[in-house]
T-cell receptor, first 112, second 110 residues
């Protein structure tokens, strides 16, 4: 599975937009870009995923570079509840395991 | 829907003791996973299952065993607990393109 690179930590102010970057220069053509987040003392939860086009859902937006070597998770208005570790993960779900390979992620702090 | 449930939430074991971590999902998913997460780290895959009766090792299987007799249940067994198994354990099931995680079991081996 291809690797991703994320900053260790980021800070944001409440009610401001947050842009969380992810580099994945060795992404293959069949890899989806997934974002999960882990709130303190909880299991990871799905945020969003995409293949080539930008994606929006009720939680966030995913902006994917044209060459797919990087992507950005956008939280439009950060709340205190968005403080979590955010994981950018590549997976094609085509392998026999279909598991997700987690790095250390980006720890997002949100200041009131 | 309850999603993925895990029991117990927290357990303290003595070295050499055994225990089973329970995991149940109600989404009729074929794929299920056990991960462990050490402090400040990402999750590592212990075992996975692609359906009832089929299991296979992940990245860190030593010291653990699993079984999958039904679609719903995927228990993880620790036979001889060691301090290195102190961790938080997460069970997950996989839908079409999304994994659903349980709340975790925090295990302390002393």
């Amino acid at each position: 599975d291809a690797k991703t690179t994320q900053p260790n930590s980021m800070e944001s102010n409440e009610e401001e937009p947050v842009h969380l970057p992810c580099n994945h220069s060795t992404i293959s053509g069949t890899d989806y870009i997934h974002w999960y987040r882990q709130l303190p003392s909880q299991g990871p939860e799905y945020v969003i995923h995409g293949l080539t086009s930008n994606v929006n859902n009720r939680m966030a937006s995913l902006a994917i570079a044209e060459d797919r070597k990087s992507s950005t998770l956008i939280l439009h208005r950060a709340t205190l509840r968005d403080a979590a570790v955010y994981y950018c993960i590549l997976s094609d779900y085509g392998g026999s395991q279909g598991n997700l390979i987690f790095g250390k992620g980006t720890k997002l702090s949100v200041k009131p | 829907n309850a999603g993925v449930t895990q029991t117990p939430k927290f357990r303290i074991l003595k070295i050499g003791q055994s225990m089973t971590l329970q995991c149940t999902q109600d989404m009729n998913h074929n794929y299920m996973y056990w991960y462990r997460q050490d402090p400040g780290m990402g999750l590592k895959l212990i075992y996975y299952s692609v359906g009832a009766g089929i299991t296979d090792k992940g990245e860190v299987p030593n010291g653990y065993n699993v079984s999958r007799s039904t679609t719903e249940d995927f228990p993880l067994r620790l036979e001889l607990a060691a301090p290195s198994q102190t961790s938080v354990y997460f069970c997950a099931s996989r839908g079409q393109e999304t994994q659903y995680f349980g709340p975790g079991t925090r295990l302390l081996v002393l």
